[in-house]
Every structure is written in structure tokens, then in C-alpha cells.
């Protein structure tokens, strides 16, 4: 038998979204091919700790009291120099010890210092294969200006929008105010440029809640975007990379449905789950359907996307708008994207395989 390769997968992280990952940390460790992958795992606390973490899917498993965490118990982890391979931990008295070495790394992290790039240059400069999304399309997915600049470049259809920098609305709030004007009226979103699980944006209804809804963005970031409210569907693709430079293949589409709530906000999401219908797959007629195929693997490589991405639309009256890229979309087993390619064909198990895989030919 040939020599199982060495995952080191790292979960947890400094971002908001902590927990998440640590329920797809806990999905990962129950699927993965155990036959082929040898894993080990690593945290990243909240404070930004690098530390070994246990290979127990349980642990890291979602329980109604629970959110699941990685806390420091006084060991920490140490990344090879450029050039070598070899992890080690080092124990409270200081002394290290091996943990053998390392063929890939694949990072679980979601938000910022995870999902925005750094990290990916972190392991950049050590010259360790990971799995995903490299340096740019992580920057560039995790920033809404950017991301939508590219797709405009790139003739991909995006919703009317206006940025504002803090600066900007504190100095110029009255011109800021008519470009907003143009978008076509009420209501309208305003969000943090680069944030996540809707922390930060707002439905505006009425122009009077309008300064504290910027204001509101503005504390999770220095830059905000405001966009026209779509009266539309929330539908989704999942795509992977293509073998070998071949297209990138995309998936049967999900839907969002929320009942109850104005929007897919941060409660929606995590806590009032029962607001939430998740339809996999979901009703397209199948020229909409190929149409929203061909713009999700557009969008993808409109960012230079590699590995995987989650594309995000709108599906108004007028057609497809998309919202956004998720460069490391929810990955638990139960989440969109994993869901979507198991009614598209490849299940849980068999996909993480294939971004390992997509990592190593890269
Ligand atoms: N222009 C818009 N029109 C209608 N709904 C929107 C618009 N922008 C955002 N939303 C709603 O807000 C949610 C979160 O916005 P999104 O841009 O996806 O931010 P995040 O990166 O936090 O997921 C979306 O899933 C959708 O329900
Ligand atoms: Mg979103």
C-alpha cells in the first residue's frame, strides 16, 4: 500500500464565523478518506494561536448549548521554514517535539484571516500546497467593491451600487446621498464592504433609518456598499475547478427560502433556523438553469477563483444578478455547498478527495 498523504487541516480562526468552522472541522474529520489522508488537525484560536486540536468529529460537533471552540491549553504549533515540510508542536516547557511532516494543508476558515487571502500567502510563503482559493480571488471575493468591479470588467451582471468610505460620509454625506439617489429608490441594502454572515447590513425601508444603517456598517468596516433591494429568489451554484485547466464544473442550483424575517440576515442564518428552507435542488426551467451555470463559472473565473466557490444570486423579474462569491463557502455536511454537489452527484466523502486533489495538481 502506498503512503497515506498528510493532511494538516486548520479550523477555528480569528473571524466571527469561529464556531462554523469548527462544525466543518468536526464534518471533515468524520468523511474524510481515511484510507487515502492521514489528518492532522490544527486550531486557530479566536486570538489568532496556532495549536494541535483533537481528531474527534464529536468535539467539534454543533449541541444546542454549545457553540464548538479551539482554546489554547499551552501547547502551540510551529510551521515549517520554506522548504521543509515538518509541523511540530511545542509543549508549555518550551520543548518541541514532531508531529512528521506535511503534504497539504487544507484551510476550513471563513471571514477575514481565513477567507480574505492572508492566510493564503502565510502559507505561500512556506511553500505548502493548500486546499482552495489562492491569494487574489480570496482578496478579491471577500471585498464587495472588488468583487463587483471584476464581474463588471468581466460582463457579469451585478446589482446598482454605490460605495461609501468613512471618510467620504463624514465629509461629503450630502453628494454621497445623491449617488444613492440613482440607484432607483427604496429599499435598499447597506453593508460592510468586507465582512460576512450578515453582520452589519441593513434593510432600509425609509430613508429616515438610512445614517444609522451606514453607520451601522461602518463599524465592522471602513468601507460600505449600498445597493438597490431586489425583489427576487436567492439562488445558488457550487463550482470546482476543472482537472487538469479544463472548464470549472458547476452544480444543480439550491435555493434560500426565509419565511418570517426581511432578509437572510445573521438570525436567519445561525439561530432562527426554522426561518430558513433550503431547497436542493431547486426548480429552475432548464434554460435559466444552463443560463445560471454558464454566469456561475463566468463569475468564478472572473476572479481567478481556484479549488472551489460558492456564486451567489439574485433571480428578479429582469434575469440573474449575482450577489457574491464565497471563496470558502459553508462547508459543513449539512451545508449549501456540499449539499448541492451531492444532488449534483459527488457526495461529501468524494468531494473533499477532489480539492484535495485539485490542491496537489496545482
Ligand atoms: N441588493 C439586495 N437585494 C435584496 N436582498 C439583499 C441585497 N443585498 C443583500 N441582501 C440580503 O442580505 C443577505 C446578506 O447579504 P450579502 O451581500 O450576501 O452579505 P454577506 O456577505 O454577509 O452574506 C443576502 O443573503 C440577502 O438576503
Ligand atoms: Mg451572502
Known amino acids: ?107 476550513v476558515l471563513h471571514g477575514p484571516f481565513g477567507e480574505d487571502g492572508t492566510i493564503q500567502g502565510f502559507f505561500e510563503l512556506i511553500g505548502m500546497p493548500y486546499v482552495g482559493n489562492g491569494v487574489l480571488a480570496s482578496a478579491a471575493g471577500m471585498d464587495k467593491e472588488f468583487t463587483k468591479a471584476l464581474f463588471i470588467a468581466a460582463g457579469v451582471p451585478v446589482t446598482p451600487h454605490v460605495v461609501i468610505r468613512k471618510h467620504e460620509w463624514e465629509q461629503n454625506k450630502a453628494a454621497k446621498l445623491r449617488e444613492v439617489e440613482t440607484l432607483g429608490g427604496l429599499p435598499l441594502f447597506v453593508k460592510p464592504a468586507r465582512a460576512g454572515s450578515s453582520v452589519g447590513v441593513s434593510k432600509v425601508k425609509d430613508m429616515s433609518d438610512f445614517d444609522k444603517a451606514v453607520k451601522d456598517a461602518l463599524k465592522e468596516d471602513t468601507k460600505v456598499v449600498v445597493e438597490h433591494g431586489i425583489d427576487g429568489r436567492e439562488v445558488e451554484c457550487a463550482v470546482l475547478q476543472g482537472r487538469n485547466g479544463a472548464a470549472p464544473r458547476v452544480s444543480l442550483a439550491g435555493e434560500i427560502v426565509v419565511t418570517g424575517r426581511e432578509f437572510y440576515d445573521f438570525e436567519a442564518k445561525y439561530l432562527d433556523t426554522g426561518a430558513v428552507d433550503l431547497k436542493i435542488p431547486t426548480d429552475l426551467p432548464l434554460e435559466e438553469l444552463l443560463e445560471m451555470q454558464e454566469l456561475s463559472a463566468k463569475a468564478f473565473n472572473a476572479l481567478g477563483c481556484e479549488g472551489l466557490a460558492r456564486v451567489d444570486f439574485f433571480l428578479a423579474k429582469d434575469g440573474f444578478l449575482v450577489n457574491e462569491v464565497n471563496t470558502m463557502p459553508g462547508f459543513t455536511p449539512v451545508s449549501m455547498f456540499p449539499l448541492v454537489w451531492k444532488a449534483s452527484g459527488i457526495g461529501y466523502k468524494e468531494l473533499i478527495t477532489e480539492l484535495i486533489e485539485l490542491a496537489l495538481e496545482r
Not at 75 to 97: F, M, N, Y
Open 1 to 107: 500500500m502506498s503512503k497515506k498523504l498528510r493532511v494538516a487541516l486548520v479550523f477555528g480562526g480569528r473571524s466571527s464565523e469561529h464556531a462554523i468552522s469548527c462544525v466543518t472541522a468536526g464534518g471533515v474529520l468524520g468523511s474524510i478518506d481515511r484510507d487515502k489522508y492521514e489528518v492532522v488537525p490544527v486550531g486557530i484560536t479566536r486570538g489568532g494561536v496556532f495549536v494541535p486540536a483533537e481528531d474527534d468529529p464529536m468535539k467539534w460537533a454543533l449541541t444546542p448549548n454549545e457553540l464548538p471552540e479551539v482554546i489554547f491549553e499551552g501547547q502551540t504549533i510551529q510551521w515549517p521554514a520554506a522548504g521543509t515540510k515538518e509541523l511540530r508542536h511545542t509543549d508549555p516547557s518550551g520543548v518541541a517535539h514532531s508531529l512528521g511532516d506535511i503534504d497539504v494543508v487544507f484551510p
